[in-house]
């Protein structure tokens, strides 16, 4: 059973700029979320979707954006990026209705600003 | 709210020496718990879980247990390994519905020949 697939793997971007990530559940996984992981914060939680629908939103601003397609894949796209933006983002899926609660990771994407 | 407090690192051991990291939480509901690892340049792999109180979570030489009664899940392992060294993460989830996974701030491992 394939893992969880996030691409790119790296990325640089120039301040200004947007970017968007992608992320691929494993099969049969209908949530996906998306942390954002810094040296100064930690894994910050910020957004879960499942049946293409936003089920639960950390404390991030609104530049910070997501979807989910029919397929149960995922994209999140960052507009007018900050240095601050630069981090590893990773994603997760999980079946929530499963008797499995954990969460499974990609390798994440590595965004840096310049 | 729910949050998980775990000891800070860096913790340097010595090859086949004994680890333990200690990892505490409080939660609103009855949550389900893990660690995590992770190696220099991976996201983050599913180490061990625990569901529900007094159960044991085991994998690779790691194990943790539920502690309800003190709140904790403390990771030990008899002998680590070079190989062990890493960024270990405790970490909860609640049950039902769409709950975020909440993590501890993450405690690196070195680990010496």
């Known amino acids: 059973k394939a893992g969880v697939t996030q691409t790119p793997r790296y990325l640089i971007k120039t301040r200004g700029q947007q970017v968007t990530l992608s992320c691929s559940p494993i099969?049969?996984?209908?949530?996906v979320s998306w942390y954002q992981q810094t040296p100064g914060q930690g894994l910050q939680f910020l957004f879960e979707?499942?049946?293409?629908?936003?089920?639960n939103k950390g404390n991030f601003p609104g530049r910070f954006s997501g979807r989910q397609f029919s397929n149960s894949r995922s994209e999140m796209n960052v507009s007018t990026l900050e240095l601050g933006d630069s981090a590893l983002y990773l994603c997760?899926?999980?079946?929530?209705?499963?008797?499995?609660?954990?969460?499974?990771f990609g390798q994440g994407t590595r965004l840096t600003v310049v | 709210g729910n949050s998980v407090t775990q000891m800070e690192g860096p913790v340097t051991l010595s090859e086949e020496a004994f680890l333990t990291i200690n990892c505490t939480y409080t939660?609103?509901?009855?949550?389900?718990l893990f660690w995590y690892v992770q190696y220099p340049g991976e996201g983050l792999q599913l180490l061990l879980k625990?569901?529900?109180?007094?159960d044991k979570g085991s994998n690779k030489g790691f194990e943790a247990t539920y502690r309800k009664e003190t709140t904790s899940f403390h990771l030990e392992k008899g002998s680590v390994q070079v190989s062990d060294s890493a960024v270990y993460f405790c970490?909860?989830?609640?049950?039902?519905?769409?709950?975020?996974?909440?993590f501890g701030t993450g405690t690196k491992l070195q680990v010496i020949p």
């Open positions: 997760a899926s999980s079946d929530p209705s499963g008797r499995n609660t954990e969460a499974f």
């Open positions: 099969s049969g996984h209908r949530s």
């Open positions: 979707y499942f049946s293409e629908t936003q089920r």
């Open positions: 939660a609103t509901g009855y949550p389900s």
């Open positions: 625990a569901t529900k109180a007094d």
């Open positions: 970490a909860l989830k609640l049950s039902g519905g769409y709950q975020k996974v909440t």
